[in-house]
């Protein structure tokens, strides 16, 4: 697959058969951003950046007031009373967000290990397939869009585990559903692409939903209200048996234009 992070900044190849083919977009994507899972690490590590600066001062302050005895002695007992209970806050602050930031940090490191198994799936389609990760389209995020010769696909890659089933209206983990709409999400975010691409007059192919798992057991028989389901090992499988419907130079040219308007 045609892979930006390889490639020199700005300039993306189909390397065979068509050597020639070249979709030049001066500095588009910086080299290393458009990697899947990036925004992963980078949220986690704001997160806790912010936190702990903010347990450092209430820790930090609560410790120089309390050792200024002449402070705790011209306040009296109520002082004593309210620098013990400050002082008491802070230690179960800082034991509350530890097993907090412990829990985000178990939640980071898988969504971040998914997303680097998307990576390397994604890295093994053919030559011609190219791959926009995190995609801003003003409205939200979407996780890939896969534009090659089988078509366009945006594409809502999930790390939950389980099995993964369709009642008919929503999808079900082990028999009950997720905790929010993952169809109604994948199908929202398809309708955006669709409506960005037409106002550049870019109207088929149409580019399509599909919802990824990483760890699940998918037993999805068929479209779910029009959104693929599968197991992400089973990507190269689905677009294998599609006809195809774009040249190299097309999908290349729709890619840059995706990924151009991306970063603006």
Request: proline residues 5%; glycine residues 10%; hydrophobic residues 45%.
């Amino acid at each position: 697959m045609n892979n930006p992070s390889r490639l020199p900044p700005g300039i993306y190849f189909s390397w065979k058969p068509l050597e020639w083919v070249c979709f030049p977009l001066e500095r588009d994507l910086e080299m290393g951003t458009n990697k899947a899972g990036s925004t992963t690490g980078k949220m986690q590590a704001t997160r806790f950046a912010a936190e702990l600066s903010l347990l450092i001062v209430i820790s930090t302050g609560t410790l120089v007031w309390g050792n200024r005895v002449q402070t705790i002695a011209a306040l009296g007992i109520a002082g004593a009373v309210i620098i013990g209970a400050t002082f008491l806050f802070a230690m179960k602050f800082l034991e509350q967000r530890g097993t907090t930031d412990v829990t985000r940090a178990m939640g980071a490191d898988k969504e971040a290990a998914c997303e680097k198994a998307f990576g390397a799936i994604f890295d093994s389609l053919p030559e011609g397939n190219f791959v926009v990760h995190d995609f801003h389209p003003g409205k939200g995020n979407i996780d890939h869009i896969l534009i090659g010769p089988k078509g366009i696909f945006t594409l809502e890659t999930k790390s939950h585990a389980g099995e993964v089933t369709f009642d008919g209206n929503k999808l079900l983990r082990n028999g009950k559903p997720f905790e929010q709409d993952f169809i109604k999400q994948a199908r929202a975010n398809c309708f955006l692409v669709r409506e960005i691409l037409a106002q550049w007059g870019i109207t088929t192919p149409l580019p399509e939903p599909v919802i990824l798992f990483a760890d699940a057991i998918v037993k999805v028989q068929g479209r779910a209200k029009g959104v693929e389901i599968v197991s992400i090992r089973y990507l190269p499988n689905l677009l294998e048996r599609l006809p195809n419907r774009l040249s190299i130079h097309e999908a290349g040219r729709i890619y840059n234009r995706i990924g151009a308007a991306s970063i603006l």
